[in-house]
């Protein structure tokens, strides 16, 4: 829907049609994380999307530092860029899964506020039966592009679990 010429509805019916275009979204977004498409991730966002990683703690307290901080798509681009190109770390595999996403809101502008649980299994080589690298939820917003797609224009991954393993090489 083009919402520069459609009315904005925030109703029932509006809000289960933009879960399930989150849904896809999040199930390919997922697919190009784990098949390790660093280079695609970006694609996701808008020009001046907003992406952080960050404690819970850190969230509750409006604190804005995380592991992670990228301010527009430039900088997700140099981000995957970097781990794709120059990083050098153990060979791992990484398993997202998303569930049970909320629509929290439709704003007058179009743009869809939700959250959405995730968390991320990581295997590395010298660990085969891989384990919980982070558990935690995504507070999104999405623009609705003329194309009837979505993009982001805000993701904050907000981690529960205490301890990150090792590093944080790869994107939530």
Same mark, same amino acid.
């Given at each position: 829907? /083009?919402?520069?010429?459609?009315? =904005?509805? !925030? %109703?029932? &019916? ?8 989150? +849904?896809?979204? /999040?199930?390919?977004?997922?697919? =190009?994380? !784990? %098949?390790? &498409? ?8 808008? +020009? ?22 990228? +301010? ?97 090489v790869l994107p939530v």
């Amino acid at each position: 829907m /083009n919402t520069m010429t459609a009315p =904005v509805c !925030d %109703d029932a &019916a509006a809000r289960r049609a933009a879960r399930l275009d989150i +849904e896809e979204f /999040n199930a390919a977004y997922c697919t =190009v994380l !784990d %098949d390790g &498409a660093l280079e695609d991730w970006p694609e996701f966002f808008t +020009e001046d999307a907003f992406y952080n990683i960050t404690s819970r703690e850190n969230f509750d307290h409006g604190r804005p530092v995380g592991l992670v901080y990228c +301010e527009n798509k430039a900088m997700l681009k140099d981000r995957a860029l970097a781990i794709a190109k120059t990083s050098m770390f153990g060979p791992r595999y990484l398993r997202h899964y998303m569930t049970n996403t909320q629509v929290t809101g439709i704003e007058p502008d179009g743009t869809i506020c939700a959250t959405v649980n995730y968390i991320l299994i990581e295997t590395l080589a010298e660990l085969p039966e891989g384990r919980l690298h982070q558990a935690g939820r995504m507070i999104d917003r999405f623009q609705r592009q003329d194309d009837g797609s979505l993009l982001l224009s805000s993701r904050i991954a907000v981690y529960d679990t205490l301890l990150v393993p090792n590093a944080l090489v790869l994107p939530v």
